[in-house]
């Protein structure tokens, strides 16, 4: 069963994330730098603050709280503290593009709690056999939205469709890591539908997903739970898939990233 991450800052929804197995909930600190990276895109810009994690960490029995904090600075090591000092359980490290920053990184959390490695840049992606190997490294994920951007690719999901992201999942897991990916809508939704991604996630041995927001607009506010039921059904059948559906599933999902990406090609 993988982890389905949840990004909030809301208490009355971490509790609820709470009681339902295998939610990790996330609070988002990123903030230098995000809104120029992404600028004109229809990504997630956090507004999260510091309180939040210890508003978060209140509400938990038994889920995990990961804290994104922001890329390495010259603050980074007193935003460690002060994260650390109100509860996180893991702590993720974005935007990094040299095995020594995310070294750094590690020694400032001297063991106090796991790292959560996000891949996302060109840099990282080069050097990942200089840095798999790195110091209470817990978890590599995948930030697709901008890896993406990094490698010059026109759709968010084209490095999986590359081969990016096996090669990857293949590392990490050769070194006994955990390895997640990208985010998912809901099963038939998404320019690439949920059920589509969620059979690479399972083909690939992840570990780890972040819930998009269709999750929590209208009517799946009030079937978070149903909804989450849902995607662990469709976990469970794609585990059976035979090594031929396996297959053919990749190449499906392989073929409509290619067409989307073509698309937005011609768009331009």
């Known amino acids: 069963m993988m982890d389905f991450l949840q990004i909030t800052n809301d208490p009355v929804l971490a509790r609820r994330c709470d009681a339902i197995p295998g939610i990790r909930l996330f ?120 890896l993406h951007l990094s490698l010059g690719c026109r759709f968010m999901f084209e490095p999986l469709a590359q081969g990016v992201v096996d090669h990857v999942a293949g590392r990490v897991r050769s070194q006994g890591l955990r390895f997640g990916f990208g985010g998912i809508a809901r099963l038939n939704e998404g320019l690439l539908p949920g059920r589509c991604v969620l059979a690479e996630h399972v083909r690939l041995g992840s ?15 009030e079937s978070l739970e149903n909804q989450i039921q849902t995607l662990r059904s469709a976990e469970e059948e794609l585990e059976m898939r035979t090594s031929q559906q396996v297959e053919a599933d990749q190449l499906r999902a392989r073929e409509v990233i290619e067409a989307i990406a073509l698309g937005m090609e011609h768009a331009t």
């Not at 709690?113 to 790195?134: F, H, K, Q, Y």
């Not at 570990?207 to 506010?221: D, P, Q, W, Y």
């Open 207 to 221: 570990e780890a997903v972040i819930l998009s927001r269709t999750f929590h607009r209208g009517e799946a506010v």
């Open 27 to 146: 609070v988002d600190l990123e903030i230098n730098g995000k809104a120029e990276r992404q600028a004109g895109r229809n990504t997630f810009i956090s507004t999260h603050q510091l309180d939040d994690v210890g508003r978060i960490k209140a509400e938990l029995h038994r889920s995990q709280l990961m804290v994104r904090v922001n890329p390495l600075h010259p603050g980074t090591a007193r935003e460690l503290d002060a994260v650390l000092a109100q509860g996180a359980d893991l702590v993720m490290l974005p935007m990094f593009q040299a095995p020594d920053e995310l070294q750094t990184f590690s020694r400032m959390v001297a063991g106090r709690v796991p790292i959560v490695a996000l891949l996302e840049t060109a840099g990282a992606l080069r050097s990942l056999n200089d840095w798999v190997d790195t110091p209470d490294l817990w978890e590599v994920f995948v930030g697709l939205n901008d």
